[in-house]
Each structure stands twice: as structure tokens, then as C-alpha cells.
């Protein structure tokens, strides 16, 4: 995730860009840059780092010019550095763009170019639409924009500039988010409304393969026909605060919220040019006689799910260890060992620790990491990346779903090569991942149910998780998910231990959430449900079993009636090796609105930081 910024008008661009940049940081902060249009060139400043290097950078130079655009940058392809930063002009200095996306098919776009002999200065996906722009104009830029939207594959919002049109600033998009300001002094392009909420309140929200023409007094739109289209004014009422939040209250439901498309994006990832299915091709998994699987936090919890995973698909035996544990236990790896790493920010001290250690050991090492070009990315053998974008709630949300959907894919390919699954298996399990942004928005447009759970359950001492086999996993991460932002003690069991200790906890309304979806093991989990509810606890049922239903008015006094110590949250349907990702939302969202109806500071969550790069 980028942001990118643009204005043509009175005023000098420079400061209402640097400005915009500061409203769209949290979008990523790898790099930055702006280009302004000179006399007879475009004056371009970037750095690698945060904004406030290229606001020192930009101390030193007298840029002024009535048209620009900037960019902020979160990495995905090629490592953060000054020359992959945005803005990327062409080889000929004649066309420049800010993106945020990627480019699927830069590779291809990329190879063409080079045969015609054009030179590319950086590593990223973006420059490739910038050299492609030159290649194309013919000497109108909305044309050139018309035919790069016809051969760019992936997801996109850009930001165009061309010298032989000294007035003319070009926004289109796909899949990536786009608004257009409009104000007295001039208008504006942005990833999103905060960035001109400073000079104005009146925005168009572009459409997918929309396209915007600024000039200094006027916008007009167009459809990939070169027809006019009409759009309509709206007037935002935000205030600055939730703004940048998206509108949200907190980056936390920001982020729960944006999961179909991050799990969407990763999914993606491993289609058949996509980045992550390269670096899979390159693990010869016929050399591996044993799976060992690290992180901390949620990130071993994603492991605990793969375990499952794996086993089920690969049969082979996976061992799930806490990086912290595996760094100083002189673990049994070898080379015949790969240890897969798993970590959201690649910075954690721990996980580092363990990767090093298992390299020691000639150990083939594969990270699953979501920040590109961190310390565990760089030094890991195989790195894939999961496509959530920065996550700023330090309880990670959706970098979490997308460690998940990396490791079913990779258990997945794994059991291809291993011959443990056929073709036709593998493409029907494919589907149902495929399946799984869509069944994910469902369970986010229904929260109601969870939202009045949640706020029946704030007096709550004690909350209990139980589930069994893959539902035991996610049972993990929901217990963690509520004890770091609710400040609410909570354990999660599986089902059948209950009754070796734990079962003396349970009082009268203790709270349970069962987690139900493992078919064959639904009577067995029900089953411990109904010992806790006979010793008064009140049981929350997350399950997409159509038994489920049925099993509301099946407890307490035999009656078909329901019983209020069972409620249910239903989950649609799903191949029950890939529910964690469903589940998940529910246990989520639970926790959010637990917290947020004790009133507490969500985001940020007392004694946690979201980088844990000490010991
Ligand atoms: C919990 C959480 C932490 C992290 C853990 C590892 O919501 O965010 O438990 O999962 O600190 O961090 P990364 O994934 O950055 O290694």
C-alpha cells in the first residue's frame, strides 16, 4: 500500500503535496518523493526513509511549479531505497507517475521494453508504466493513459505527467483507491480524503477504469472509450482524526476490515506469474524430511494452524516451535530441515534469532514476512510475502489472515510435489481458497450478532476458547486476540482437555467460545460444550456446521427452545482445513467490540509495541 498525491492550480504545489504526503504516512514509509513540472524538464526529489527525509532533502532545492505529484511508499517490489523510490519517469525524461498497486505482468511489460532497447533505473513494478507511457505517446497524454490501461494487469491507482503537456495532470485507477479534490485554487488527486481535507471538503471518489483530466479550473472524466462520463460532487463531513483512519475509530477495525482484499491480493500472489508461485518453484521439497515452523505471537499461532494444514496435505510431520523456545534449545534441524519462519514485521528479535540459528545448522530457511526488504527478509534463504499492506494496530488483524492463506498454498504446492494430492484436488482446494475474500466480507457485512455478544460479555473475568483439532489452532489466536486489547484474562484448551484441570475454573456465567467447524469432530466439541454449560457456563458457539443451528435448542432443559447459556454465530461454509480464515474474523471483531465497549485504546494496547525487536 502507497499513497500518492497530485495538484495543478495557483498555488505552488510543492508545500500542498509535502503536506498531503504527511496525511497519507501511515500508508507506507519506506521512501519518498515528489516531481514538479520545470521550464523544460521535471525537477525530481526522492529518498529512501520517512517523509521527514525528503522535507530535509527538499530544504536544500527552490522547487516551485504550479503541478506535481508525490508518493509514499510501502515496498513490494524491489527493496526500499532512493532509486526505487516514486516518483519513476521514463528513459527519455518525458513522462513521470506516482503508483499505488502492482503490476502483475511488469515482468513481461518490462522484458518487451528491454529488447526495444529502453534502460530501466530501478527494481519496481512501477517504473515499467512510466517507460511503457513513453513508448506509447503519441502526443496526448489521455490517449497513452487509455492504452496503458489496456495492457496493465494487476491493481493500480496512478498519477501521470507528461512535459509536452505543461496543464494536464492524468489520474486513473484499478482496484487501488483514488479521489479527486476539487477547490477554489485548484484540484487535487489522492489515494485518500484526509490528504485535501486541508483545502477542500468537495471530492469525486474515481471509479475502476475511471479516468480524471485536471487542468487549473477544471475536471472531466472518461471511460476507457475516450467517452465523457458525469460524476457526482460529494461534500465529505469527516473529521481529520477518523479520516485517517479510513472513517474507522481505530486502525484495528480499519484493518479487520480490509481483509477480503488482502487475502484477495495474497491469493493472487501465487496465481501462475505471480511472485510468491517464483519463489515457491525454486524449494526442492523432494531434499526435506521434516517441517519445522517458528514465530511468536499470532505468528505462531499461524504456525499452529499450518501444522494441521500441512499434516493433512503433505503427510509429513511438522513441528510448530516459539522462536523464542527453538532459539536456545539446539533444535534438531539439519539440511535435510526446512524451517519456515513466520513474521509480520521480519523484525522480531526472537524469530531473527531462530532463523540464524537454524541457518547455523544447514537448515533450508523460508520466511513468510509482510515487510519487504526487513532484517528476516533479507537474510532468509526464501522469503514470500504476505500482500497486507503496513499494519498499524499493534494486534495484527490482517497480517495474520494473509500468513494463513500463504501457508495453505504453500502446504498446498508442497503436496503437489510431493504427489500427495492430485491435480484435480489441487484445484478444487485452490478454489475453495479462492472462495475464502467473499465468504470473508460476508461474515463483516453481518456483525451485528458479534457487536451485541460483545457487549454482553465486557464484565466478563475470565473467557475461555475450546476447540478441537484445526478449530483447537484458531481457538489460540482468538484467546490472544482478546486478552492483548480487552486487558480480559482468556485461555485457550483443547476440547478434550478440559476435563484434566481446567473444567475447575468454570463458574456460573463463565464465558466458553466454542469454535465448531471440524465436521467429524462436531459431536465430540459439542459434547464438551455441554459439560461446561451444565456446570453454568455460557457457551458462544463460532461454527459454519449446519448442526449448528439446530444445537441452539438442543441444551440446558432438553427443551427445542433456545437456551441463553448457548448462542450462536453462524460462519458460512468452508473445506473445514481452510476455516481458521473465517473464524478468525468472528474471534476478531469479538475482541475489537469487547474493547471498544470497555473504552480502551485499541490500537495501541498497554505494554505492547508492534515490533518486538528486543528479547
Ligand atoms: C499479536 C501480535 C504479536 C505478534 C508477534 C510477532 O496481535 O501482533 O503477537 O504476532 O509480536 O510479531 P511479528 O509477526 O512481527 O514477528
Redesign the pocket.
Known sequence: MCGIIGYVGDRNAVPIIVEGLKKLEYRGYDSAGIAVYGADSFDIVKCKGRLSELEKQLAGHSLASHMGIGHTRWATHGEPSDVNSHPHVGSQNKIVVVHNGIIENYQQLKERLEHRGIEFASQTDSEVIAQLAEYYYNGDLLDTVIHLSTALEGSYACGIMCLDEPDTLIAFRKDNPLIIGVSEHGQFIASDVPAVLTDTDKVYYLDDKEIAMLRKDSVQFFNLDKEPIEKTLETITWSFDSAEKGGYPHFMLKEIMEQPKVVRDTVQSFADDGENARIIEKLDIANFDKVVIA???????AGVVAKYVFEQLCRMSVEVEL?SEFRYKDAIVDEKTLVIL???????AD?IAALREAKSKGAATLAIV??VGST?AKEVDFCLYTIAGPEIA????K??SA?LIVLYLLALELATKRENVTDEVRQSLRDDIAALPDKIAEILEHIGAIQKYASESVGSKSIFFIGRNIDYAIALEGS??LK?ISYIHSEAYAGGELKHGTMALIEEDTLVVTIANCASLYRKIMSNAEQVISRGAKVLLISNNPEAKKSVGEFGDGSSEPDDRLSLISLPEINELFSPSLSIIALQLFSYYVAANKGLDIDKPRN?A???TVE
Do not use: H, M, P, R
Not at 514465530?295 to 499461532?301: L, M, R, T
Not at 499493534?394 to 488483524?397: E, Q
Open positions: 514465530g511468536c505471537g499470532s505468528a505462531y499461532n522462536a513466520i513474521s509480520q514485521s521480519g523484525e522480531t524469530t509482510n515487510v528476516i499493534v494486534a495484527t488483524t497480517a495474520f500468513q490472544l486476540k492483548e505492547l508492534k515490533s518486538v
